[in-house]
């Protein structure tokens, strides 16, 4: 039968509690026992049940262990102290020295602005002078690329209406020739009429009417 998993929590039942005490109490003992023998270890396993009975295992001397333990966790914290004294210090250091290139450069940028520049050797000002130069060759490309980027744009932007405007004037053209067609087939019958009336009369007035029929008196 498979075990179900114990949730770890105070047992409310007091019976239930003392029983899982006793158990528990029993097998820790015997690890701490086999820890000692199969590690060759020093161990000092002290407990208090909630009335307050003491139970413990050492495999020495308990209060020789619990001056060890005293004496190594002073040690420990001397050490830990220690440690953070110089954690401390190293940040000191780090910031001085932080502070100390933002000052540098707070400097050289008064500089490059062109202020306090009385102060500075023949050999200072020519450094100026080549890295200004070098900062507008780099602006200066990087706006011939801007205004390649921009030329380029505008190209494909007049492409693009050119082409719109091409099919627009085809519509355009298309749609006249539609118009066209009826007109020129009225023309034609008009014409045909007035070619065969010519075998009677000599002078025909033809008249291209369109409405409803007016009466003619």
């Not at 029993?26 to 026992?33: D, F, I």
């Not at 009826?182 to 034609?188: A, D, F, L, N, R």
Request: hydrophobic share 35%; glycine share 4%; charged share 35%.
């Amino acid at each position: 039968m498979v075990r179900g998993k114990i949730q770890m929590k105070r047992i409310e039942n007091a019976t239930n509690r003392q029983v899982t005490f006793s158990k528990r109490r029993s097998g820790l003992l015997k690890k701490a026992r086999e820890l000692a023998v199969l590690c060759d270890v020093e161990v000092g396993l002290i407990i208090f049940s909630q009335k307050g009975r003491l139970y413990e295992f050492s495999t020495t001397d308990m209060q020789e262990i619990i001056e060890r333990y005293r004496k190594h966790a002073k040690n420990q914290e001397q050490t830990n102290k220690m440690d953070d004294e110089r954690y401390m210090q190293q940040l000191k250091l780090e910031t001085a020295d932080m502070e100390r290139k933002i000052e540098l450069l707070e400097v050289s940028k008064r500089k490059f602005l062109g202020l306090d520049v009385a102060s500075c050797s023949h050999e200072e000002i020519l450094n100026i002078e080549g890295r200004l130069e070098q900062s507008l060759r780099s602006i200066r490309a990087r706006k011939d690329q801007l205004f390649q980027e921009q030329i380029e744009k505008l190209r494909a932007k007049e492409r693009l209406l050119l082409q719109e405007n091409i099919q627009l004037r085809e519509k355009n053209i298309a749609g006249e020739n539609l118009l066209r067609e009826p007109i020129v087939k009225e023309k034609e019958v008009v014409t045909y009429w007035s070619q065969s009336s010519n075998s009677t009369n000599t002078e025909v007035e033809t008249e291209l009417f369109i409405g409803l029929p007016e009466i003619r008196c």
